[in-house]
């Protein structure tokens, strides 16, 4: 049996902490192949490099049935009309799903199914859960005033794939339009 100090974790969605877990940080100059306008990007680069999201992560087991689970905290801001998002990924053993759990602040999941390329926008608030299926990819996306505080929960040999997303990206992105998240495709929103 583990202990319970394994058993039981605590975490602070004010700070983005689970006590005794480490913490990824993600900076600005981090998620440079993330964000649509490249200009944009460098000029807030250029006026300093803050925290865009941290995420501290539980990693208890490895066994086929095991489950880890990371709180993530992501900063309200924007580069340019574009919100502060995580990098996003596919999980390396594709058949993986995620369940988040919204704590906090006014987010929205992004999801991109890997074969057919169908993508959904899905709120992410508190006292919601959103179900990433298996085989897609998952960005969360900051679009409110205050910092975006959720859970998510996953097998432990989900893994992460990076590559693919930081390759090609997203189809689609979330633009701020007058105050409001409009969903554009990527290509088009070049354009606009
Ligand atoms: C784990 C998971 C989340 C993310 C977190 C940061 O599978 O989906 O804990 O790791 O939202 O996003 P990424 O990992 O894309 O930087
Ligand atoms: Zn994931």
New binding site residues.
Partial sequence: MKSLIQLLSKFDPATGQIAGAAATS?YLSDLGSCFLDTAAYQSALQAGNPLV?S?ASVALGSGDGDLHY?L?KIMPGRVGSEYYM????F?AWREAA?LYIGLAGEGVMLLEEEVSGSTQVVPLRPCQTVYVPGHTA???INVGSVPLTYL?V?PAK?G?DYGAIARRNFSKVLIDRNGQPVLLDRSAAVRS
């Fill in positions: 993600r999201y995420v990371g993530g995580t990098k996003g990924h999980h995620e998952h960005r969360t998510g996953y989900a992460h």
